[in-house]
């Protein structure tokens, strides 16, 4: 549970690394199982490899970690890590992968001893057996990895007290961290396999993405066939107290909750509608990628909610959380289940990438309140969306390359309004769905830019201007500034809107003017296009006599300023932004 200027702190790191090509990353291993496909590491190519009999090189290997393996213990907190990397022609004879651990022990290449072996400035460098285009199996164990969390939010290995007084432990990568547990990659755009073996006292109940496969001290999770990225993919949970209850089922979904006693998650929620929304989101994004069960339990995490696949966290306090959401504990577990697809099976192509991912998670679940849930739900949601998006200090997609701790937060209201929500009048809420439905519809690493070829290419329109303007720079986002103006002539009014800018851009939208009288009211709504040319938009309509009131925006769908009229909300001068 996090906030930006509440009580509780919001931002979190991002580091997004190169590919295992002598770079950095991090990854977690079980020695007892061996790579998918293959029963063992030969040092090379398989025997039906075109490389295979090519003469080895030296120098650095150019590689893909396309499988983790990790064991680790729950109260020792001794990790070991095996690696399967994919190597590229023409091979080699060292690999360097991100390693921020304390040590790296019991070090092998290929199931030997390393020629050498070096852990400082982050990276583990390894040197053995030269080997050509095939697989390589790379392991190391770290004796204990830190009980330590990192700026401030769940990154890291962490135990804190839950509502019970049971202990909740929680270790956590998210993009940029999986190298603080063992040799990683933790470049968001790589999909792998991973697996988890975890030991735990008896009693205690541990969760980890993919399959679960429980047992009395031994716990195992297989992530495979879909794969996933390390900044959700690599993690575990555990809480001797959380208590298993199959909570609905529907569109071939189980959805089971843990909770520890007094746990008030699954009370709030409504079950019909959890399932009405499980048909929805599996009708227009396919089945759940991770598998048919999908385990949800409540903890005292940072973050409002996080996206493991096939596991999600929720903050145990939900429930009693006053946010700018109207039905908090819905909202957020909406967002993090439609984050299955959108964030782990298909993934970022850069960390500066990461607002599409969480602008589609509002977006959809924004959707589903407006045609589904109660009335004046997608409203708040609107409303608090586009409040916070005046505090951003980033562009949605910034170009000039800011750490991600510094900018992720600046994604959760602008996201969804410029991508989508401002959107809607010019090209349709149907062209939207049906773009991020294709955009989402394979695995894969894609970027901003591959979102915008998919909204083109289901609406027909050019949406380069747009996204220029709105979406994509560097610095602080200006968003426009309007004025407004009227020309009344017997009973029609032309109304006016102009752009005043600084920078002179101008935003392609359509700007709706709430007008009052004594005893009338009336909309306008003047369009800017996608692509305007004029700083200066009209449309006529028909009112007659005094107006006593007029609001720009009044229903929160553009993000902007005003100039002498209201603009349909009074905001306080900061909010909390809540990250999940």
């Not at 702190?9 to 295992?20: G, I, M, R």
């Not at 030969?42 to 590689?63: F, L, M």
């Not at 900044?231 to 001797?240: I, V």
């Not at 809607?424 to 894609?446: H, N, S, V, W």
Request: charged share 20%; with cysteine.
């Amino acid at each position: 549970m996090a906030a930006r200027g509440g009580a509780l702190f919001v931002w979190t790191c991002l580091v997004a690394l190169a590919a295992v090509t002598g770079a950095c990353g991090e990854s977690a291993a079980d020695p007892s199982s061996p790579p998918s496909g293959a029963d063992g590491i030969d040092g090379g190519a398989a025997d039906d490899d075109p490389d295979a009999g090519a003469t080895p090189v030296s120098g650095p290997i150019a590689g893909e970690v396309r499988r983790y393996d990790y064991t680790f213990d729950l109260v020792s907190r001794r990790a070991t890590s095996k690696l399967s990397v994919d190597v590229a022609a023409p091979g080699g004879d060292c690999l360097a992968i991100g390693c921020r651990t304390p040590a790296a022990e019991e070090v092998t290449w290929n199931g030997a001893p390393p020629a050498s072996s070096t852990l400082a400035g982050g990276a583990l460098e390894l040197c053995g057996s030269p080997v050509t285009a095939g697989t390589i199996e790379i392991a190391a164990t770290t004796p204990s990895v830190p009980l330590l969390r990192f700026h401030g939010l769940d990154i890291g290995f962490s135990q804190r007290p839950d509502r019970a007084d049971g202990q909740f432990s929680y270790l956590l990568s998210w993009v940029g961290n999986c190298d603080r547990f063992g040799p990683c990659d933790p470049d968001p755009s790589r999909l792998a396999e991973m697996h988890f073996e975890v030991t735990h006292p008896e009693g205690t109940v541990v969760l980890c993405p993919g399959k679960l496969t429980p047992g009395a001290s031994t716990t195992r999770c297989d992530v495979a066939g879909t794969l996933a990225p390390t900044y959700s993919g690599f993690a575990l949970a555990a809480d001797p107290l959380w208590k298993r209850a199959p909570f609905t089922s529907a569109a071939g979904v189980d959805l089971v909750m843990y909770e520890v006693p007094g746990g008030k998650i699954a009370s709030t929620l409504d079950a019909a509608s959890v399932r009405e929304f499980l048909v929805w989101i599996t009708a227009l994004l396919g089945p759940m990628p991770y598998g048919p069960e999908l385990r949800v339990a409540g903890a005292p995490t940072r973050w409002l909610g996080f996206e493991h696949p096939a596991n999600i966290l929720l903050q145990e306090d939900l429930p009693d959380m006053s946010t700018g959401y109207a039905d908090t504990t819905m909202h957020v577990l909406m967002h993090e289940i439609v984050h299955q697809w959108s964030g782990d099976r298909t993934t970022l192509a850069s960390a500066s990438d990461f607002v599409w991912k969480e602008a589609i998670a509002e977006y959809l679940a924004y959707v589903f309140e407006d045609e589904h849930r109660p009335a004046g739900e997608a409203a708040a949601s609107r409303a608090y969306w586009d409040a916070i998006s005046l505090q951003a200090r980033h562009r949605p997609r910034p170009t000039d390359n800011p750490s991600v701790e510094s900018f992720y937060g600046d994604v959760y209201g602008p996201g969804p309004m410029v991508l989508f929500v401002q959107l809607e009048p010019m090209i349709g809420r149907a062209a939207i769905l049906t773009a991020i439905k294709a955009f989402l519809a394979e695995p894969g690493a894609k970027s901003v830019d591959d979102l915008r070829g998919a909204l083109e290419k289901a609406s027909s329109k050019d949406l380069k201007k747009y996204f220029d303007a709105w979406v994509i720079g560097a610095g602080e986002p200006e968003w426009p500034t309007f004025a407004v103006s009227f020309d009344q002539v017997g009973d029609q009014l032309t109304v006016t809107v102009t752009q005043q800018n600084a920078s002179g851009v101008l935003y392609g939208c359509n700007v709706e003017v709430a007008i009052a009288g004594p005893s009338t009211t009336a909309r306008a709504t003047v369009d800017f296009g996608l692509a305007p040319t004029s700083a200066t938009a009209s449309t006529t309509i028909t009112f007659a006599g005094a107006r006593t009131s007029v609001r720009l925006d009044p229903d929160h769908k553009v993000i902007g300023r005003a100039v002498g009229v209201t603009n349909g909300f009074t905001a306080p001068a900061s909010l909390p932004v809540w990250i999940f």
